[in-house]
C-alpha cells in the first residue's frame, strides 16, 4: 500500500482537509492572526512594537500605506485587505529556510495542527472503532490471561483509548490558534531582521 502511493494520497488528504478547516477558523477568528496583529484595534502586539512594523513595511512594500486608526475603522475590509498585502511582501522575502527557520519552523507546526484538526473526525471515528472491536475481542476474557497471553493486544487497545482522549481533549480549535498566533509573531518579527 505504501508503495502504491497511500501515504501521498493521505497526505493529500490531511493537507485539503486542513485547508478546509482554516478558512471556517478565519471565519471565526475574524481574519488570519498576522492581519488581526496588525490591526490597531487588536492588542497582541504592543503599540510600539505594532508602529515599528508599520513602519518598517511603509518603507519596504512599494506604495503600501499603513490605515489608521480611523480608516481601519471606517472600512475594515480595505484595512485588512492592505494588512493582507504586506504579510504576502513578507512572506515571499522570509523564504530563505536558514536565515528563517523560526518561521519554517512554526510554519511546519502550524501546519501540522491545522490539518490534524481537519481531521479530527476521521481520528475520532477510527480510534473509537479500534478500540471498541478490541474490547469486544477480548470481552470475555478474564484479566490475568489478558495479560499473560495477550499483552501486545493489551497496550494496543489502551493505546487507541489514549488515542481517542488526544483526539477529544489534545486537537482543539484553541491547540490550533495557539500554533497559528506563533507562526503569526514569528512572521512579523521578522520586520526587525530584513
Keep these: 500500500m505504501v508503495a502504491c502511493g497511500l501515504t501521498t494520497v493521505l497526505s493529500h488528504m490531511a493537507r485539503e482537509r486542513g485547508r478546509i478547516t482554516q478558512s471556517k477558523l478565519i471565519q471565526q477568528w475574524g481574519a ?6 496588525l490591526r490597531h484595534s487588536n492588542n497582541s ?3 510600539q512594537t505594532k508602529q515599528r512594523y508599520h513602519h518598517f513595511l511603509e518603507q519596504k512594500v512599494s506604495g503600501w500605506i499603513p490605515p489608521t486608526e480611523q480608516e481601519e475603522s471606517l472600512n475594515p475590509t480595505e484595512a485588512d485587505a492592505k494588512y493582507g498585502s504586506a504579510v504576502k511582501w513578507l512572506l515571499e522575502h522570509t523564504r530563505d529556510k536558514k536565515k528563517y527557520s523560526l518561521i519554517l519552523k512554526e510554519n511546519i507546526s502550524y501546519g501540522f495542527r491545522r ?13 473509537l472503532v479500534i478500540f471498541t472491536v478490541g474490547i469486544l475481542c477480548f470481552y470475555k476474557q478474564p484479566v490475568a490471561l489478558l495479560i499473560d497471553k495477550n499483552l501486545p493486544q493489551l497496550c494496543a487497545i489502551i493505546f487507541c483509548f489514549m488515542m481517542f482522549l488526544w483526539w477529544v481533549f489534545g486537537v482543539t480549535k ?21
Design 45 to 47: 502586539l504592543d503599540k
Design 174 to 194: 484553541e491547540w490550533v490558534r495557539d500554533s497559528a498566533d506563533a507562526y503569526a509573531r514569528s512572521l512579523l518579527a521578522a520586520c526587525e531582521k530584513i
Design 115 to 127: 490539518n490534524t484538526y481537519g481531521l479530527k473526525p476521521f481520528g475520532l471515528l477510527l480510534s
Design 32 to 37: 488570519l492572526p498576522t492581519t488581526l496583529w
